[in-house]
């Protein structure tokens, strides 16, 4: 596990970006954490990593947002607005979360039974006592087989 605390959006955009430079093909980001914690930061962070192009924005309304065009396809989810994780299949989700791409999952603790074992956990957290920037983050790699 690792954990890590930043005190400024750039340096959580910093950090989420060396891990999209890392990111595999195959590979599932559980993101969770409270509204406002930081999770599209760092979705858009990842997303530079990987080289993706353009605008990195929520997808709270859409739930998808696929951005092609950097290194590896990365597909962008917010699950928030799902009633239930047949909603997230639904929609076509499965395939994406077993395919070659990069899936980053926003509230990922509501879809948890649809993530694949080897998922990485990332969790971000406030701390107001430490300041209103504060935030710690956890890295938590999944089981490899
Ligand atoms: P979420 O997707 O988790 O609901 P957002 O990423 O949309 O949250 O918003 C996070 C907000 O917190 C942004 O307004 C961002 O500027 C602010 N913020 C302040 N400090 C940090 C930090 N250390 N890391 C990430 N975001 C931060
Ligand atoms: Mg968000």
């Given at each position: 596990?690792?954990?890590?605390?930043?005190?400024?959006?750039?340096?959580?955009?910093?950090?989420?970006?060396?891990?999209?430079?890392?990111?595999?093909?195959?590979?599932?980001?559980?993101?969770d954490g409270d509204l406002g914690a930081g999770k599209t930061v760092f979705a858009k962070g990842f997303a530079a990593g990987l080289g993706v192009p353009g605008t990195v924005s929520s997808p709270t309304f859409t739930?998808?947002?696929?951005?092609?065009?950097?290194?590896?396809?990365?597909y962008h989810m917010d699950v928030y607005r799902l009633s239930d994780e047949d909603e997230l299949e639904a929609v076509g989700a499965e395939e994406m979360l077993r395919g070659d791409g990069v899936c980053l999952v926003e509230w990922a603790c509501l879809v948890?039974?649809?993530?694949?074992?080897?998922?990485?956990?990332?969790?971000?957290?406030?701390?107001?006592?430490?300041?209103?920037?504060?935030?710690?983050?956890?890295v938590e790699y999944g089981s490899r087989a």
């Open positions: 596990m690792i954990v890590i605390d930043t005190a400024s959006e750039r340096e959580t955009l910093a950090f989420a970006r060396r891990l999209g430079e890392q990111a595999k093909a195959g590979d599932v980001y559980a993101l739930i998808i947002q696929v951005h092609e065009g950097g290194r590896l396809p990365l948890r039974g649809l993530l694949p074992p080897e998922t990485t956990r990332i969790t971000i957290e406030k701390d107001l006592a430490r300041g209103t920037d504060f935030r710690r983050i956890r």
